[in-house]
Nanobody, 117 residues
Framework: EVQLVESGGGLVQPGGSLRLSCLAS????????MNWVRQAPGKGLEWVSK????????WYADFVKGRFTISRDNAKNMMYLELNSLKTEDTAMYYC??????????RGQGTQVTVSS
């Protein structure tokens, strides 16, 4: 059974930073590209970033380029997302997800990020 557990969310002021973590189990983590996706209140699921199996390739949505950094540690079955220069519009539930991220069974329960002064 795929299990993905996110942590690290919280309340932060605009311009602040957070580091999200994702612990994976129940599948061969190192064999999968992994994603971070988010969902803001009243909006649909939005892809944020993707990292290749070995971590050598990374992709970002235009709205987070230069602000967020994705990484992974296959030895620990962990994935991370560094969020910097946060904006109010970054407020959302953040999920880690294996491909295909559109499948709810491929996502964790999420961690809430709230950016507010």
């Amino acid at each position: 059974e795929v299990q993905l557990v996110e942590s690290g969310g919280g309340l932060v002021q605009p311009g602040g930073s957070l580091r999200l973590s994702c612990l994976a189990s129940g599948f061969t983590f190192s064999a999968y590209n992994m994603n971070w996706v988010r969902q803001a209140p009243g909006k649909g699921l939005e892809w944020v970033s993707k990292i290749s199996t070995g971590g050598g390739s990374k992709w970002y949505a235009d709205f987070v380029k230069g602000r967020f950094t994705i990484s992974r540690d296959n030895a620990k079955n962990m994935m991370y997302l560094e969020l910097n220069s946060l904006k109010t519009e970054d407020t959302a539930m953040y999920y880690c997800a294996k491909d295909p991220y559109s499948d709810p069974a491929s996502r964790g329960q999420g961690t809430q990020v709230t950016v507010s002064s």
